[in-house]
């Protein structure tokens, strides 16, 4: 157990939709990461937050968008929803803002119909 | 343009065999990381290192920053080793994996 909780493990909506993903941090761990796994493309760094700020940005899209609150829980806002934004969306927590050691969740499984 | 490559895409190997997967990358890095993902979809963690050489059980992980290069090595394989393994560099550029299959 890695200790990072992301919630809900499956999520099924339909196109043009809105949907919340949540990450519980490891407790300890200030940095949370997410990234985005999709079939064609493997493993994408969407953005990482550090003790409720925005440290890094990737490859995400403008109608995604995400934050991590005071209890450093963070959520991953996804609108305007196309079938390509189906993936498994990962998010992962480290204890620093820099190189360490990286905890995944188990993942949210999003399909867009 | 991806920055980390990695090879063999996939590898089936006989139980008891050693495994080597190579992780090649085109720029500097702070660190760089191994993970192993399993049929189910969750991804561990296995190693991080920016210099030499880290060993955890049967896993060993060495990297040669001149060259940009990781290797990860397998002793003793089992089938319970069968899964993705996936090299990142740092925290944000990752490889396309390697999928590998240990037959008993």
């Known amino acids: 157990d890695s200790g990072v909780t992301q919630t809900p493990k499956h999520l099924i909506t339909a196109t043009g939709q809105r949907v919340t993903l949540r990450c519980s941090p490891r407790?300890?761990?200030?940095?949370v990461y997410w990234y985005q796994q999709s079939l064609d493309q493997g493993l994408q760094f969407l953005i990482q937050?550090?003790?409720?700020?925005?440290?890094a940005k990737g490859n995400i899209l403008e109608r995604f968008s995400a934050q991590q609150f005071p209890d450093l829980h963070s959520e991953l806002n996804l609108s305007s929803l196309e079938l390509g934004d189906s993936a498994l969306y990962f998010c992962?927590?480290?204890?620093?803002?820099?190189?360490?050691?990286?905890?995944f969740g188990n993942g949210t499984r999003l399909t867009v119909t | 343009k991806n920055e980390v490559e990695q090879s063999p895409q996939n590898l089936t190997a006989q139980e008891g065999e050693f495994i080597t997967i190579n992780c090649s990358y085109s720029?500097?890095?702070?660190?760089l990381h191994w993970l192993q993902q399993h049929p189910g979809g969750g991804i561990v963690s296995l190693f991080m290192?920016?210099?030499g050489k880290k060993k955890h059980g049967r896993l060993i992980a060495t990297i040669n920053i001149q060259e940009k290069h990781s290797s990860l090595h397998i002793t003793a394989s089992h089938p319970r080793d069968s899964a993705v393994y996936i090299c990142?560099?740092?925290?944000?550029?990752f490889g396309t994996g390697t999928s590998l299959t240990v037959i008993p």
């Open positions: 992962a927590s480290s204890v620093s803002s820099g190189n360490s050691p990286l905890h």
């Open positions: 407790s300890g761990d200030l940095s």
């Open positions: 937050y550090y003790n409720g700020e925005e440290r």
């Open positions: 720029v500097g890095i702070s660190a």
């Open positions: 290192l920016s210099s």
């Open positions: 990142a560099r740092n925290q944000f550029y």
